[in-house]
T-cell receptor, first 113, second 114 residues
Framework: AQSVAQPEDQVKVAEGNPLTVKCTYS??????LFWYVQYPNRGLQFLLK??????LVKGSYGFEAEFNKSQTSFHLKKPSALVSDSALYFC???????????FGAGTQVVVTP | DAGVTQSPTHLIKTRGQQVTLRCSPK?????VSWYQQALGQGPQFIFQ???????QRGNFPDRFSGHQFPNYSSELNVNALLLGDSALYLC?????????????FGPGTRLTVL
């Protein structure tokens, strides 16, 4: 069975500090991994994805993520957080043979001024 | 280039009623997926449509049904509404069934069942 875990319900950092949001996955075969962000009362906005190739993926708004196959992790990072990064972040996994996304429960990011 | 659009934005129904939600995919996309997001949870996959057929389905009862039209737009129908059906319903479109393309999400329809 496929699954995604986001071990932290909330991550709180000060503006200008590095931000890390953790994600681990379990899937048969090679995973396709995605990060989305959701602002209040809005749909999900795509940030980045890992399909194959370089383990470090760069995405929108200065975010990047590192794929680690041995640790089955895909942590989202931003070197210097902004107050406007405060939102709900979702990690999702998708296997090759099926189209649906399996989402994590989400991590609320709070960036303080 | 319009992204994924959904209608209506909000909807209030009572238990036992039926509801239809609508979705227009992003230009150039032919695959539509529907998700249910309950408050405080991640989106849960309902089903996916490609070439006007339901291709995959999540763990949702038959009360949840859908349709895809020749122009790739889609509807989600929910019959015999329950209080537990109250959620944000998200539509996502992508460039093909089973592809590695990204799913792009609409703003959602907030359904409240009283």
């Amino acid at each position: 069975a496929q699954s995604v875990a986001q071990p932290e319900d909330q991550v709180k950092v000060a503006e200008g500090n590095p931000l890390t949001v953790k994600c681990t996955y379990s899937v048969s075969g090679n995973p396709y991994l995605f990060w989305y962000v959701q602002y209040p009362n809005r749909g999900l906005q795509f940030l980045l994805k890992y399909i194959t190739g370089d383990n470090l993926v760069k995405g929108s708004y200065g975010f990047e993520a590192e794929f680690n196959k041995s640790q089955t992790s895909f942590h989202l990072k931003k070197p210097s957080a902004l107050v406007s990064d405060s939102a709900l972040y979702f990690c999702a996994v998708r296997g090759f043979s099926w189209g649906k996304f399996q989402f994590g429960a989400g991590t609320q990011v709070v960036v303080t001024p | 280039d319009a992204g994924v659009t959904q209608s209506p934005t909000h909807l209030i129904k009572t238990r036992g009623q039926q509801v239809t939600l609508r979705c227009s995919p992003k230009s150039g996309h032919d695959t539509v997926s529907w998700y249910q997001q309950a408050l405080g949870q991640g989106p849960q996959f309902i089903f996916q449509y490609y070439e006007e057929e339901e291709r995959q389905r999540g763990n949702f009862p038959d009360r949840f049904s859908g349709h895809q039209f020749p122009n790739y737009s889609s509807e989600l129908n929910v019959n015999a509404l329950l209080l537990g059906d109250s959620a944000l319903y998200l539509c996502a479109s992508s460039g093909g069934f089973g592809s590695t393309d990204t799913q792009y999400f609409g703003p959602g329809t907030r359904l409240t069942v009283l």
